[in-house]
């Protein structure tokens, strides 16, 4: 049976759905632990935290897609950790836009 992914909206065969590690929008920073060096760690891929971004194309379910503070990279989920605000320092994050109540 085939089913739709909510992000994107990708068809896929159901058995391949699983709840993502990660979602778009999610702040990650690299876990020290499971880290993959690569190439691109020279231009600060895995440095500070990254925003779990919309893909230009579907990728596998244990992969997703970073824009860390020195460009975007498609990263293993199992090479990231939740950014928490113990872990990192998120001052350097943009605040989230504040709700506008109507004062009627």
């Given at each position: 049976m085939w089913n739709e992914v909510r992000a994107g909206g990708i068809a896929m065969p159901e058995e391949t759905?699983?709840?993502?590690?990660?979602?778009?929008?999610?702040?990650?920073c690299k876990n020290p632990a499971t880290w993959q060096p690569n190439d691109f760690d020279s231009w600060g891929?895995?440095?500070?935290?990254?925003v779990v971004v919309e893909p230009p194309f579907p990728l596998d379910a244990t992969?997703?897609?970073v824009r860390w503070p020195g460009g975007r990279c498609f990263e293993s989920t199992s090479g990231l950790m939740a950014a928490k605000p113990t872990t990192h320092s998120l001052a350097t994050l943009p605040e989230a836009p504040l709700s506008r109540e109507s004062s009627t």
């Open positions: 759905l699983m709840d993502p590690e990660f979602r778009v929008g999610d702040h990650v891929r895995g440095q500070g935290i990254g992969e997703v897609d």
